[in-house]
């Protein structure tokens, strides 16, 4: 393409468009395609990582500017440029776990040109030979090692990005000891470039050494029998919770989170979150679901955490008091489970707090907290139903079934607002 046809077709195309995301490949420029490559050299300014500017370096005649520690230390010096031709250097794809979400959260999608790369997923799937569509994608990166349990699931394909050298080697050591040493982990260190390097071990024997800062896993789950995997329907086994006996059982637990009918990106509050097991199956349904529970008693906060953690939902935000105070300054939740704590005031404020449209879910095994349900059906509606369960249990050598405290269970939803 000339390059006056090349300047046509960006003003045609991106008119308006100042800020540009370009991603970048280890093959550096030799991967670009003409546009991205005339980004570079028409900008004022380029934003980036010191790896991707030196990558870049031969193109760039504008300012350079390295992305700070924390990065959103930059984002000032990017607005400040805006109406000049600024061009912001990312791994892959930058929206795939990128920084293209958060400069979009800044700047309208109307003032961006995106040129993407393939992203590490894609460059891994390919050396894999794996359809990217059968295959969970996470990234580690940033986060804590925990969020790929709820991935381990029997015969699963995993690739995730992760945070350094030592993740892999981390990795291995958490499948080793949720019974699935026989997983495969294959690290490919520095896709799409001339060092790029794949080599593989089990979890259980692993010992690759010389890693790459820059690397993608894939895990092959093989499992022992029994290994704990996280079920993907509601109820989960209430072994897998550490109890002191404040535990939603499985069977209420299934119910409830039913009731509280779970949509992509919600936001839970758990009131009286005891073991916080309601708290993190709701989490477990999704990896965009967010949940704030609340709990009065130090130890049992612990040991939220530690379940939260353990079954791979440490996102879990947990506030230490008593409600309804400690709900003061909070973003209002789309649903509420209320399973202790039914004080005077809690159902109200959760009332207050909650969206138009959202849920209360509330559990009761008193006849007062009976009472302070029948009270909020009678003003807000919803519907009361009664929870008995049964369990097998031995009476001498014989067997019988032993009942459990009955439930009160009331749901109801916020009514919409209308409009006028």
Known sequence: MAV?????????????????????????????????????????????????????????????????S?????????????????????SGDPFHFGIGKQLAALVDPDEIACVPQPSAFSLAAARMGWALQDVTTLSLHGRPLDRIIPALQPGARVLAL?????????????????????????VLERLGGPKERARAALAESFDLDDIDPLNIVAVEVVAEAGAPFIGLAPGLDDALFESDGQLTKREVRAVTLSSLAPRRGELLWDIGLGSGSVAIEWLLRDPAMRAIGFEEDPERAARAARNAASLGVSQLEIVQGKAPKALEGLPPPDAVFVGGGLSDGVLDAVWSALKPGGRLVANAVTLEGERTLFDGFETHGGSLSRIDIARLDQVGRLHGWRPAMPITHWRVAKPEVTKP
């Open 70 to 90: 924390p990065i959103d230390g930059a984002y000032a010096d990017i607005l400040a440029r805006r109406g000049e031709a600024v061009v912001v250097l990312a």
């Open 162 to 186: 992760t945070w350094d050298e030592t993740t892999p080697a981390k990795l291995a050591d958490l499948l080793k000891a949720r019974e699935m040493g026989q997983s495969r982990i294959t």
């Open 4 to 68: 006056s046809e090349l300047n046509e077709s960006l003003s045609n195309s991106m008119p308006g468009r100042w800020l540009s995301i370009v991603g970048i490949g280890e093959d550096g420029i030799e991967g670009l395609s003409p546009i991205a490559r005339r980004l570079i050299e028409d900008a004022n300014l380029v934003v980036g990582g010191r790896r991707h500017l030196d990558l870049a370096d031969t193109l760039i005649r504008g300012d350079r500017l390295s992305w700070p």
